[in-house]
């Protein structure tokens, strides 16, 4: 029997007005007091019910259903966003996933408007989608460095807002998490890449000069998870220094999403038994 | 220790000139003598082994890299593409791989060459690539059906060769699956769908309609194994009766496609000791 969590994380870690980011404990594991090794269980456990429910989500979208879960990791370079996708959501039929990274923008993405692109990856009926980075870049790495003045990135939260609450109306349930790691295990995880030739790839200068930016990112971070975790598309402060935990957390938020959809099984849109009378009467 | 093939299915699934697929006994497990209970820790095995060199892959693919694998799956209604899928590709992380499923074409598809929609879904570099049914439908449901006239079809077998030698030029690896399952498996998987309400789903009068043509399916698919099995893109020809085998032969064989690839870490493309030292002066 895995062991179960004493908080739920959709409770414990689900940000509020007055969350502060400069005071939270990254290395901490809110709502999970049995370790690492208790937690690898779990998440296996919760891995088979996720690909239950995600399957009967699936189905759902074959028959006509509308409706699917859209994952959204923000961190941090290091933060562990590619361990996310590839541990938890690793766990369910690569069928069912779909998955899209946003990098810098190309030239022909640059030119619409910063949404566009971020609709036009929305998952279809049936399926989880994963945005590795998403439209809150918009907000965090433009705002940072300036790319767009503050009266045109200002307005965004509140565009950002009500965005999703359209996404929301149209069936999919919004998943937000910032997987936030400390700026000394940042350093930790970055001098890691310099020093195993099997992460160089890995690594990009432009990650130590976006690292000297921390406090700007942190005020930016702060102003995302102040203006946009609404009762429609709620943000996860998920503590990120163990890597195990935000795995093991993730993976809950994404398993309660399922459960919160209940999809059934959908009815048959045929006549069993005629269908089975055909079937049977064919000579092979 | 995972048990060992007796004959690695490169070798023994291979379609080569002379091959029968009316003779074909598709309950057997060609080159695998140990049974099921065994071929699931082999496959457990082989997809750590996959998982690494596909992570291999995938950095070279980040770091200017050119090569590729594709699978592409072929079959008649319930021979296991999906639980390949998920059995086997579950196996990576979700980030390599790029699956596309090939419906009946859209009206858009229509409109232009039947290979352009088979192009547009080529693997990007360093990515596994997974074809749910494939170009080869322009050949198998089309030839079955007389969706065009012979003098339109006749000529693919050939354009296909020429098309798959020009991806393979172009850095990519191709491993072309046949699963192949009997009138008779396939009778019970159908009825098995009419009988379960979690697979009602998956089931569609037309499949009905299909079998009954299935003496003309074989006749396509003989051609196919006949035509298109060439020494750049070799048919492997994969029993799939037990469905369990058809996922061990199908890991194994990817496994062998990754490992032919050999792909190794690519070197830093920074100065690492500078890097270094940028980092370790930060303030925090």
Same mark, same amino acid.
């Given at each position: 029997?895995?062991?179960?969590?004493?908080?739920?994380?959709?409770?414990?870690?689900?940000?509020?007005?007055?969350?502060?980011? /400069?005071?939270?404990?990254?290395?901490?594991?809110?709502?999970?007091?049995?370790?690492? *090794?208790?937690?690898? *269980?779990?998440?296996?456990?919760?891995? $088979?019910?996720?690909?239950?429910?995600?399957? @009967?989500l699936?189905?759902?979208? @074959?028959?006509?259903?509308?409706?699917?879960?859209?994952?959204v990791?923000?961190?941090?370079?290091?933060?562990?966003?590619?361990? %996310?996708?590839?541990?938890?959501l690793?766990?369910?039929?690569?069928?069912? !996933?779909?998955?899209?990274?946003?990098?810098?923008?190309?030239?022909?993405?640059?030119?619409?408007?910063?949404?566009?692109?971020?609709?036009?990856?929305?998952?279809?009926?049936?399926?989880?989608? $994963?945005?590795?980075?998403?439209?809150?870049?918009?907000?965090? !790495?433009?705002?940072?460095?300036?790319?767009?003045?503050?009266?045109?990135?200002?307005?965004?939260?509140?565009? %950002?807002?009500?965005?999703? #609450?359209?996404?929301?109306?149209?069936?999919?349930?919004?998943? *937000? !998490?910032?997987?936030?790691?400390?700026?000394?295990? #940042? *350093? /930790?995880?970055?001098?890691?890449?310099?020093?195993?030739?099997?992460?160089?790839?890995?690594?990009?200068?432009?990650? %130590?000069?976006?690292?000297?930016?921390?406090p700007?990112? #942190?005020? /930016?971070?702060?102003?995302?998870?102040? @203006?946009?975790?609404?009762?429609?598309?709620?943000?996860y402060?998920?503590p990120?220094?163990?890597?195990?935990?935000?795995?093991?957390?993730?993976?809950?938020?994404?398993?309660g999403?399922?459960?919160?959809?209940?999809?059934?099984?959908?009815?048959?849109?045929?006549?069993?038994?005629?269908?089975? /009378?055909?079937?049977?009467?064919?000579?092979?």
């Amino acid at each position: 029997m895995a062991k179960s969590w004493s908080t739920e994380p959709s409770e414990a870690l689900r940000v509020r007005a007055g969350f502060d980011l /400069a005071s939270a404990d990254l290395a901490a594991t809110p709502g999970w007091e049995h370790g690492e *090794k208790s937690a690898e *269980k779990r998440l296996a456990a919760d891995g $088979v019910h996720l690909g239950e429910e995600q399957e @009967r989500l699936f189905a759902q979208g @074959r028959s006509g259903g509308t409706r699917s879960v859209l994952l959204v990791l923000q961190g941090m370079d290091t933060a562990g966003k590619g361990g %996310i996708v590839r541990h938890v959501l690793g766990l369910v039929d690569p069928q069912g !996933v779909q998955l899209r990274s946003f990098g810098v923008p190309t030239e022909k993405e640059r030119a619409q408007h910063y949404l566009q692109r971020i609709r036009e990856a929305l998952p279809a009926p049936g399926h989880i989608g $994963v945005f590795d980075r998403s439209h809150y870049e918009d907000v965090l !790495v433009v705002r940072v460095n300036q790319l767009v003045p503050r009266e045109v990135w200002e307005p965004r939260y509140d565009e %950002i807002n009500a965005f999703e #609450q359209e996404v929301v109306d149209s069936g999919t349930v919004i998943v *937000k !998490v910032a997987l936030l790691v400390s700026v000394a295990e #940042q *350093k /930790a995880r970055l001098r890691e890449r310099l020093e195993r030739p099997d992460k160089y790839w890995k690594f990009n200068p432009g990650d %130590i000069d976006e690292r000297a930016k921390w406090p700007l990112y #942190q005020e /930016a971070y702060q102003a995302v998870l102040d @203006r946009t975790s609404t009762d429609h598309a709620p943000w996860y402060a998920v503590p990120a220094d163990n890597k195990w935990y935000a795995r093991l957390a993730v993976g809950r938020l994404l398993r309660g999403a399922l459960e919160g959809l209940d999809p059934e099984w959908p009815p048959a849109d045929f006549d069993v038994a005629a269908e089975t /009378a055909r079937l049977d009467a064919q000579p092979f």
